[in-house]
Nanobody, 131 residues
Framework: QVQLVESGGGSVQAGGSLRLSCAASGYTWRSNLMAWFRQAPGKEREGVAALYTGGGSTYYADSVQGRFTISQDNAKNTVYLQMNSLKPEDTAMYYC????????????????????????WGQGTQVTVSS
């Protein structure tokens, strides 16, 4: 049974940093599309960043480009989201998402924001940024 367990959320002041982790178990870690989504109160869930584990290509929402970095540790089956220069508008529940193995990387650039690309979701971790 696949499980995605997020950790690393918390409360921080604007300008601060947090690193989120997503540990995958029961999951075939091979050429997958992994992503972080977030959902703020009253808003739809949105894609923040994605990573193709087969080649390391990364994709970011414009709102976080240059501030957030997604990375992987294949040995630990873990994906990270390093968040720097946090802003109050980054406040949200952050979710890890994982797609199936042998993902076609040519689809990633166009579809990484689409929830239907992902088969598994974590329970979420809260990030709160105060001004």
């Amino acid at each position: 049974q696949v499980q995605l367990v997020e950790s690393g959320g918390g409360s921080v002041q604007a300008g601060g940093s947090l690193r989120l982790s997503c540990a995958a178990s029961g999951y075939t870690w091979r050429s997958n599309l992994m992503a972080w989504f977030r959902q703020a109160p009253g808003k739809e869930r949105e894609g923040v960043a994605a990573l193709y584990t087969g080649g390391g290509s990364t994709y970011y929402a414009d709102s976080v480009q240059g501030r957030f970095t997604i990375s992987q540790d294949n040995a630990k089956n873990t994906v990270y989201l390093q968040m720097n220069s946090l802003k109050p508008e980054d406040t949200a529940m952050y979710y890890c998402a994982a797609g199936g193995s042998s993902y076609n990387p040519y689809l990633a650039r166009s579809f990484w924001r689409q929830e239907f690309e992902y088969n598994y979701w974590g329970q979420g971790t809260q990030v709160t940024v105060s001004s």
